[in-house]
C-alpha cells in the first residue's frame, strides 16, 4: 500500500464550481500535510498546509483534514481556468516526505 | 523568503556527455536538499536525499554512480547526470529544508533535461 493515495483524475469541474480533491494516508501517526499545485512543467508550489483536525481557509481555498480517517482533502471555491493544474497531496511521517501522485484538475470556461 | 534557485532550467546535450545541475539555497542555510525525478504526466520521484557534509542517500533503483550529488555547503547541492543518454531525458527538480524534518520543502523551478 502507498503512503499517499490520490485518485489521478482528471477531475473536470465548470467555471465557478466547487473542486474537491482528496487524499489518503496510510500512516495513523503522519502529523503534517500539504497541498502543492503543479502546473505544466513547473515546480510544485505550497498552496495549503494543514496539522490539526478541521477545516483550514486561505481565500478560495479550503483544506480538511480528518486523522481518524485518515484522509486530507482540498477545496476549490469558485474554480478559475487558472487553477487547471495537478494537484500535489504531500504527507509527512517523522522525517519522511511523502508525496501523493497527484490528480489532474482541468476548470472548464 | 524559502527562495530556491535552480540552474540551468533548461539543457540539451549529446548522448554521453556529463552534465551538472546546481540548487541554491538563497535566503536561507539548506542542510537538507533533495533530488527528484518527474517523467511527463507522472508523479515527482525521489531519487535522493543529501545533507550537508555527508553522502546522500539513495532510494531504491537509483544508481549512485551515475547521479552524483555533491553538497558541500549549506547553500548549494550539485547533481551531475554522468555519462547521460536519451532515457534520462526527464525533469529534475531540487528541493531544500533548514534542517532535517522542518516542514514545507521548498522547490527549485526545475530543469528539463533533455539527451540527444
Known amino acids: 500500500q502507498k503512503e499517499v493515495e490520490q485518485n489521478s483524475g482528471p477531475l473536470s469541474v465548470p467555471e465557478g464550481a466547487i473542486a474537491s480533491l482528496n487524499c489518503t494516508y496510510s500512516?495513523?501517526?503522519?502529523?503534517?500535510f500539504f497541498w502543492y499545485r503543479q502546473y505544466s512543467g513547473k515546480s510544485p508550489e505550497l498552496i495549503m498546509s494543514?496539522?490539526?483536525?478541521g477545516d483550514k481557509e486561505d481565500g478560495r481555498f479550503t483544506a480538511q483534514l480528518n486523522k481518524a480517517s485518515q484522509y486530507v482533502s482540498l477545496l476549490i471555491r469558485d474554480s478559475q481556468p487558472s487553477d487547471s493544474a495537478t494537484y500535489l497531496c504531500a504527507v509527512i511521517t517523522g522525517n519522511q516526505f511523502y508525496f501523493g501522485t497527484g490528480t489532474s484538475l482541468t476548470v472548464i470556461p | 523568503g524559502a527562495v530556491v534557485s535552480q540552474h540551468p532550467s533548461w539543457v540539451i546535450c549529446k548522448s554521453g556527455t556529463s552534465v551538472k545541475i546546481e540548487c541554491r539555497s538563497l535566503d536561507f542555510q539548506a542542510t537538507t536538499m533533495f533530488w527528484y525525478r518527474q517523467f511527463p504526466k507522472q508523479s515527482l520521484m525521489l531519487m535522493a536525499t543529501?545533507?550537508?557534509?555527508?553522502?546522500?542517500?539513495?532510494e531504491q533503483g537509483v544508481e549512485k554512480d551515475k547521479f552524483l550529488i555533491n553538497h558541500a555547503s549549506l547553500t548549494l547541492s550539485t547533481l551531475t547526470v554522468t555519462s547521460a543518454h536519451p532515457e534520462d531525458s526527464s525533469f529534475y527538480i531540487c528541493s531544500a529544508i533548514p534542517r532535517p524534518g522542518d516542514q514545507p520543502q521548498h522547490f527549485g523551478d526545475g530543469t528539463r533535461l533533455s539527451i540527444l
Open positions: 543529501s545533507n550537508e557534509g555527508s553522502k546522500a542517500t539513495y
Open positions: 494543514i496539522y490539526s483536525n
Open positions: 500512516d495513523r501517526v503522519s502529523q503534517s
